[in-house]
């Protein structure tokens, strides 16, 4: 079965520092994995996903992550916090199967930045 | 802007009734998906349609049901409802049904107040 870890409820940084939001996965799959973010009162913008390629992938906003088989991880990282980054992030896995493509959400990481 | 549109935006009502949410996926997108929202249970799965058939169910009540029509939209519709249905509902649509690689495109949410 599926499924996905996001080891911090709620993180807070500084704006200009580096932003870590950690993801672990469980798939019986070789799996899609996909970062999204929501802003309060809006829906799911997707940031980038992961499909087997390249195992460090980039997204929009400067963030990236990188997929790392042997430690079922798939860390969301960006160099530089900016205030616009405050939201919540969802860190997904995506099921392989013949009857369609279900996504299987974290439980969301409450990114703060503050000035 | 994902092209996902969802109406009503926010829809208030009492137990015992019933309401229809409706989406619009992307234009050429074969799949739509709905997903619950709520503080308890994060963001939860409940169906995919691909091209008008169900294609997968997650952890949808008996008490709801859905379809989607020739022109692709698609219709939520939840009866008897209870305070505890009180949540956001997402749309997303995606290309295809079946591949893991596909993201998914979401609406901007319809607000659910059960009285």
């Known amino acids: 079965a599926q499924s996905v870890t996001q080891l911090d409820s709620h993180v807070s940084v500084s704006e200009g520092t580096p932003v870590l939001l950690r993801c672990n996965y469980s798939?019986?799959?070789?799996?899609?994995l996909f970062w999204y973010v929501q802003h309060p009162n809006k829906g799911l913008q997707l940031l980038l996903k992961?499909?087997?390629?390249?195992?460090l992938v980039k997204g929009i906003n400067g963030f990236e992550a990188e997929f790392k088989k042997s430690e079922t991880s798939f860390h969301l990282t960006k160099p530089s916090a900016h205030m616009s980054d405050a939201a919540e992030y969802f860190c997904?896995?995506?099921?392989?199967?013949?009857?369609?493509?279900?996504?299987?959400f974290g439980t969301g990481t409450s990114l703060t930045v503050i000035p | 802007d994902s092209g996902v549109t969802q109406t009503p935006k926010h829809l208030i009502t009492a137990t015992g009734q019933r309401v229809t949410l409706r989406c619009s996926p992307r234009s050429g997108d074969l799949s739509v998906y709905w997903y619950q929202q709520s503080l308890d249970q994060g963001l939860q799965f409940l169906i995919q349609y691909y091209n008008g058939e169900e294609r997968a169910k997650g952890n949808i009540l008996e008490r709801f049901s859905a379809q989607q029509f020739p022109d692709l939209h698609s219709e939520l519709n939840l009866s008897s409802l209870e305070l505890g249905d009180s949540a956001l509902y997402f749309c997303a649509s995606s290309e295809r049904g079946g591949s893991s690689y596909n993201e998914q495109f979401f609406g901007p949410g319809t607000r659910l107040t059960v009285l």
């Open positions: 798939s019986s799959y070789s799996p899609s």
């Open positions: 992961y499909t087997s390629a390249a195992t």
């Open positions: 997904v896995v995506s099921d392989q199967a013949d009857t369609g493509n279900q996504f299987y």
